[in-house]
């Protein structure tokens, strides 16, 4: 499938992510900038960070409990369309899934 995050500063990565890989790692396979992921995805922190672009919200459901706590973590201000990318994991459903990096 085809994920594309939208930078802070204009410009797009876009990479092909197998099914089953999470957003989290797939951008620090693709050197996304801000997305750092120190805790592996292990939902110990909030540093891969994203928003989901308005027309994927629907297909990459709402946050879990935990991640939702996690989410008031963030460093950049939170927003509607806010999730942790360690637990949007790569599907059919989600091809041409578009993220937005916030700025840090």
């Not at 990479?15 to 110990?44: K, Q, R, T, Y």
């Not at 927003?79 to 990318?85: A, T, Y």
Request: aromatic share 4%.
């Amino acid at each position: 499938m085809n994920v594309t995050w939208s930078l802070p500063d204009g410009s797009e990565i876009s990479a092909d992510v197998a099914e089953g890989v999470n957003m989290m790692e797939a951008a620090l396979a693709n050197s996304v900038p801000n997305v750092i992921g120190e805790c592996g995805g292990s939902l110990a922190c909030a540093t891969c960070h994203v928003y989901v672009d308005e027309g994927w919200h629907d297909k990459t459901g709402q946050a879990g409990d935990f991640e939702d706590a996690m989410l008031d973590a963030t460093e950049a201000e939170r927003g509607p369309h806010s999730r942790l990318s360690c637990q949007i994991v790569a599907s059919p459903e989600l091809d041409g899934l578009k993220l937005i990096v916030p700025a840090v």
